[in-house]
């Protein structure tokens, strides 16, 4: 059975009350919490720089993730590794020495993953697989929450859970999934092979509140994955 993980997304949290919106994620059973940076170039948003992660940092135990889409993420990588971030997704479609960057990530002492946009195919990681410990597939186009998830990545993410496995790379690579998951849709992206899932949305809409959210995608995860 893959270990399945509940990753939020604090994109819909309150962004004044950060420090408490993440001690409140940690209290809902959350295995990771997954920051949205974007720079307004990569993407048409813009959110967090270290400083608001480095703020937070202190009121939670839970480790937090970049999710880098910004142009620049060998300049930026540094800074959020000090701000507290275990793990770096850098898009593959931003980094023109992707192989180069992911190397650096992981010399400067973090855990280095890479992001692949709906449209790129997941040849653009083959060669780097060795390199991270997760690949993201985008289910929905990256720069905002809320959107509709993007069934047709499934066989993408059965793609790569064969690519991987062919690698012999099952227990070192985990496939994440970013956009659109909710309870309509966990367990397809759970059953094509994912096993990190990101909500931002379906988190903080649920009315019986986050605890209950994180617990009801946790156990549909689980189900797709048991049979
Ligand atoms: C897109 C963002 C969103 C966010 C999750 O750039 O990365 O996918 O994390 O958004 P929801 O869960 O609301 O689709």
Redesign the pocket.
Known sequence: MPRIEIAP?V??ADFARLGEEVAALEAAGVDRI?W?V?DGQF?PNLTFGPDVIASARKYTTVPFEA?L?VLTPDQMAAEYIDAGCQRLIVHAEACVHLHRTLGNITSLGAKASVALNPATPISAVAHVLDLVDMVLI?T?N??????QYIASMEPKIRALRALIAAEGLTDAVDIEV?????PATIAAAAGAGANIL?????LYRDPEGLAHAVADLRARAHAAVAT
Do not use: E
Not at 142 to 147: A, L, S, V
Not at 178 to 182: E, F, N, R, S
Not at 198 to 202: E, L
């Open positions: 997304s994109l819909p997954q949205d974007m993407v999710h889409m985008m929905v990256p720069g905002f929450g809320g959107q970013d956009g659109g998951i909710g990101v909500a931002g949305s379906a």
